[in-house]
């Protein structure tokens, strides 16, 4: 199930809740006023203030010495990862992580960095003896083992401070750099109820994504040390990512993180009320502001066909579905949502 499958029914009706992704989310007025009122300036010169705010605010309240604002989740992991790693090291990672699965290997690609997968638990987590296992001797056959890359959350799972805590400890007992893909940083701390220091001080490096649950038009930050950040730059210019007035947008990032992370509650609340619906309805796999459903049968082409025509906007993937809730589906939306589902199934 390829969770990126794109919808190939053209809705036939006023689409009020689009289940797709957290990244369909729009800017509202009051985030579009900040970015209209944004001060600006050329950030690859370093003086957009509203950029250097972005950046100095998220890795201070992270516990970090600096950040870098890059266009989107993969550049920022990409980044981090050819920041940490040089050529023919090694990153080992969750085989269903984002990095590995979701980001055409690109650290592979262009980056010459081998990836070692393993099997990601049923809570989202790796295991502390299999990342011990996956450390390379030194030897001139094998790569050097140079990171770990954990996610939290993971297919929505807030992954426990305890779980992620092993983890990490296998990683730096072999003296590897950790690397966090945050995309949903936010959702993970408020499904935990921890202090965001508390995900943030286990971790060198963190990749937060702003345009997902936090519902900026576009954007991720990555955080870590001052030396790191450097070459991340760096490598940021060399890939095209260096943004002149860019304030625009980052004007937005400030506004969700001043507005927009106490409500993502609200997300995870409305998902709760969604996935009891489904359960009626088939198998449902169900954290923080995701749903996996999956019908007696799989998912048919007829599901997002009837869906549309009730103006829910569902992937055009087969067997299971990936639902998502997010600050645009509103009380009127996840209704539309309940009533299209119960009118398919018959309820």
């Known amino acids: 199930m390829n969770q990126y499958a794109a919808m190939s029914t053209k809705p036939t009706a006023q689409i009020i809740c689009d289940l797709r992704s957290d990244t369909v989310t729009r800017p509202d007025a009051a985030m579009r006023k900040a970015m209209a009122e944004a001060e600006v300036g050329d950030d690859v010169f370093g003086d957009d203030p509203t950029v250097n705010r972005l950046e100095s605010t998220l890795a201070e309240r992270l516990g970090k010495d600096a950040g870098l604002f890059l266009s989107s989740g993969t550049q920022s992991n990409f980044v ?171 004007a937005a990032g400030l506004y969700a993180l001043d507005q927009n992370i106490s409500r993502l509650c609200d997300d995870h609340t409305r998902a709760t009320a969604l996935a009891d619906v489904l359960r009626e309805y088939g198998d449902v796999q169900h954290a923080t502001n995701m749903i996996f459903f999956t019908p007696p049968g799989g998912v048919t082409a007829d599901l997002p066909q009837h869906m549309a025509a009730h103006g829910v906007q569902l992937t055009g993937a087969t067997g299971t579905t990936r639902l998502v809730l997010h600050k645009d589906v509103t009380d009127d939306g996840l209704h539309a949502a309940i009533d299209g589902f119960r009118s398919f199934f018959g309820g």
């Not at 592979?108 to 960095?113: M, N």
């Not at 001797?137 to 992620?164: C, W, Y």
């Not at 893909?181 to 490096?205: H, K, Q």
């Not at 990555?222 to 991340?232: F, M, S, Y």
Request: with cysteine; net charge neutral.
């Open 80 to 250: 981090g990862l050819l920041a940490h790693c040089a050529r023919g090291e090694e990153i080992v990672t969750g085989r269903a992580y984002h990095i590995h699965k979701y980001e055409a290997k690109g650290a592979s690609v262009l980056g010459g960095i081998a990836f070692e997968p393993l099997d990601v638990a049923d809570d989202g987590a790796l295991e502390a003896k299999a990342i011990a296992a996956a450390v390379k001797d030194d030897d001139p056959h094998m790569p050097v083992t140079r990171l770990l890359g954990l996610e939290n959350t993971h297919n929505g799972m807030a992954i426990p401070l305890t779980r992620l805590g092993d983890a990490v400890q296998a990683g730096r007992d072999a003296g590897l750099a950790v690397h966090l893909d945050g995309a949903r940083y936010f959702n993970a701390v408020a499904a935990l109820n921890c202090p965001e220091r508390a995900l943030a001080d286990m971790f060198d490096s963190i990749s937060i994504c702003l345009s997902k649950g936090l519902g900026t038009p576009v954007g991720s930050v990555l955080v870590g040390p001052r030396d790191l950040i450097a070459r991340a730059r760096r490598w940021r210019k060399m890939l095209g990512g260096g943004m002149r007035q860019a304030g625009v947008l980052a």
